[in-house]
Each structure stands twice: as C-alpha cells, then as structure tokens.
C-alpha cells in the first residue's frame, strides 16, 4: 500500500504559540491529502481537504485562519495550527488515497501527531 | 443522526471465539465501505474493504454488506489478543471525497 509519514509524532508547545505539521507521501503523488482530528475516545473527524496548488477546503467549524494549510507540493502537506490553545490539544492524522490502479478509495494514513498544549 | 454508527464496547470476547462488530450508515449513496483497526495512540490501519451485497473473506476476517439496510459489519474469527483494538468502520458519502467515519468499536479478546 502507499506510504504516508508524518512528522512529528508528538509535540508539546505553550500557550500562544504556533505549531507545524507535516504529511508526506512517500512513494506516490498525492494530489489531495486529508486532515483528521481525533480527541480521546472519539472519531476521526475531518478538518479539512488540502488540494496542491489551490486553497485547503474546510469542513464546517473550522476555523480556516486557526489551522493553515499548504499543500505547495505533491508529496507534501502542512498543517499550521496558530496561536495554539489547551482545547487544541488532539491527535491530527494526515491521510491521502494512492495513486495507483485499481484506485480502491481506502485512504492510507500517516503515524499522527500527538499535539499537547500547555 | 450521526452519519456511521457502531456500538462503542467495549466488546469481549474470549480468545478463539468470533466477534461481530457493526456499523449502520445514513447515507444511501454511500458506495464503497472500509474497515480500520486503531491501536491505541496509533493511527488506523485499513483491514479490509467492501462494495458489493454480500461476504468478502479475507483471512480471519469477513466483511458483510447489506445496502437495502444500510448495515455493514466485519466478523473476526479465531480472535486472538492482538486483535484487542478499536474498529472503525468508515464510509464514502455523496459529494464527499473524504471517508467518514464511525466512532469505533473496541474490542477485547480475552486470553
């Protein structure tokens, strides 16, 4: 299956910083790569849609100017999450479908990123 | 109504006995089904997928769909220890390119 990496795998900030991620597609273009978000004993639910080239589409409630998104490449996505807060403490997963055939719609993830902030 | 809903758990089971987890869905456009398994801390890992009426078996484990139901569900057999995890039962929706997923099922299969 393809491979997707994120970086970094935890990170603890303070208050009122800011703090990036990163999704890379290692052996595949990933045209359009996903970002979840997973609190404790919930589901992933999806944040946004990061499309290379052209602006991030936002799921309704998040906040866009919160949680910047760059997809300048087509093996890599980042997640910004500005002036970080305590209620943004979660696990951000990064995902993409591969670009092989037969495209079967599964979607392959990356290891996530334990945010914890102070 | 939430869109995929699965039962929370925790099921048990004892080790060498089948477990049954389910899934409903809403969206009847819904083409394609998938099933991940969640370790704790990790992120999920794809078992297997489904998107015809039917069974499809893929080692211990066997997926079912019924479209007229709106009901999918993944059957484990011989459950082992390492099996103890949370499933999650995740579908394709109408306009949607991303998956949506249930809130997972945990699993405990006790030795």
């Known amino acids: 299956g393809a491979v997707v990496s994120q970086h970094p795998s935890r990170v603890i900030c303070k208050s009122g910083t800011s703090v990036k991620i990163e999704c890379r597609s290692l052996d595949f273009q990933a045209t359009t790569m996903f970002w979840y978000r997973q609190f404790p004993k919930q589901s992933l639910m999806l944040m946004a849609t990061s499309n290379e080239g052209s602006k991030a589409t936002y799921e309704q409630g998040v906040e866009k100017d919160k949680f910047l998104i760059n997809h300048a490449s087509l093996t890599l996505s980042t997640l910004t999450v500005t002036s970080a807060h305590p209620e943004d403490s979660s696990f951000y997963i990064c995902?993409?479908?591969?670009?092989?055939?037969?495209?079967?719609?599964?979607?392959?993830f990356g290891e996530g990123s334990r945010l914890t902030v102070l | 109504q939430k869109e995929v809903e699965q039962n929370s758990g925790p099921l048990s089971v004892p080790e060498g006995a089948i477990a049954s987890l389910n899934c409903t869905y809403s969206?009847?456009?819904?083409?394609?089904f998938f099933w991940y398994r969640q370790y704790s801390g990790k992120s999920p890992e794809l078992i297997m997928f489904i998107y015809s009426n039917g069974d499809k078996e893929d080692g211990r484990f066997t997926a079912q769909l019924n479209k007229a139901s709106q009901y999918v569900s993944l059957l484990i057999r011989d459950s082992q220890p390492s099996d103890s995890a949370t499933y999650l039962c995740?579908?394709?929706?109408?306009?949607?390119?991303?998956?949506?997923f249930g809130s997972g099922t945990r699993l405990q299969v006790q030795p």
């Open positions: 969206d009847r456009g819904s083409q394609s």
């Open positions: 995902s993409a479908r591969g670009s092989g055939a037969p495209n079967t719609g599964e979607l392959f």
């Open positions: 995740a579908v394709t929706s109408t306009g949607r390119r991303a998956l949506t």
